[in-house]
């Protein structure tokens, strides 16, 4: 019997970004840009109000598989967002994998689009 491999790596090069030396005979890379995801934009946007929405396959009751949070983003992660509720002060920890989407009254701070 044969067994087959997925390897994702295989006959692809690895992109390197270029090194230029500089006079101190330091490497210098390209300077890191953030990249664009849910995380990195709910963090640029801390502390503005917004609606949350998030989403549980397995809920407790049926037909109670959403919550909607109204308050700001105080923290984001990887893996997961802490809210704080304007009218209560309660704070929640959601994991990221609920997150449906946003909603804000006001424009986003986002990255530079400039390549």
Do not use: C
């Amino acid at each position: 019997m044969v067994q087959y491999y997925w390897n994702p790596g295989y006959g692809q090069q690895q992109m390197v970004p270029p090194q230029v030396t500089i006079p101190s005979g330091r490497p210098n890379t390209p300077p890191f840009r953030e990249e664009s995801y849910i995380e990195n934009i709910l963090r640029l946007n801390r502390g503005k109000p917004g609606i949350f929405h998030f989403s549980f396959e397995h809920a407790v009751e049926a037909g109670k598989n959403t919550k909607a949070v109204a308050g700001m983003v105080e923290a984001a992660g990887r893996d997961h967002v802490i809210l704080s509720e304007a009218k209560t002060g309660r704070r929640f920890l959601f994991p990221m994998i609920y997150f449906d989407y946003a909603e804000f009254d006001e424009e986003l701070n986002y990255f530079d689009q400039t390549p």
